[in-house]
């Protein structure tokens, strides 16, 4: 599985983005996909999750209610909507995807694939 990130940029504080993270190569409803982030001098953290069979959605809390994810099984894309955006919310934004569900989907070492970064840029 390959994947290719996109959509990030700069925008100011309250404004909104949205992420698209395309996946080539095998892909079935069992995929789990998640999005992370990165700031400078910070750990990767998780930012939310969904299965391609779209059973269920996961957030982090510093998050909850402004971003949302989806996704679009005909063109393999998974979307990161974000609402509401914040100076925190500056990093590097990483689309990530593991074969089944696991409970530890906001630990980024069960995720066996990765995409590039799309830099995402909030000024206050």
């Known amino acids: 599985v390959q994947l290719q990130a996109s959509g990030g940029g700069l925008v100011q504080a309250g404004g909104s983005l949205r992420l698209s993270c395309v996946a080539s190569g095998r892909t079935d409803s069992s995929y789990f996909m998640g999005w992370f982030r990165q700031a400078p001098g910070k750990e990767r953290e998780f930012v939310a999750a969904?299965?391609?069979?779209?059973?269920?959605?996961y957030y982090a809390d510093s998050v909850k209610g402004r971003f949302s994810v989806s996704r679009d099984i005909a063109k393999k894309t998974v979307y990161l909507q974000m609402n509401s955006l914040k100076p925190e919310d500056t990093a590097l934004y990483y689309c990530a995807a593991r074969y089944g569900y696991s409970g530890n989907y906001y630990y980024t070492n069960v995720y066996n694939y990765w995409g590039q970064g799309t830099q995402v840029t909030v000024s206050s």
């Open positions: 969904l299965t391609w069979s779209f059973s269920g959605t």
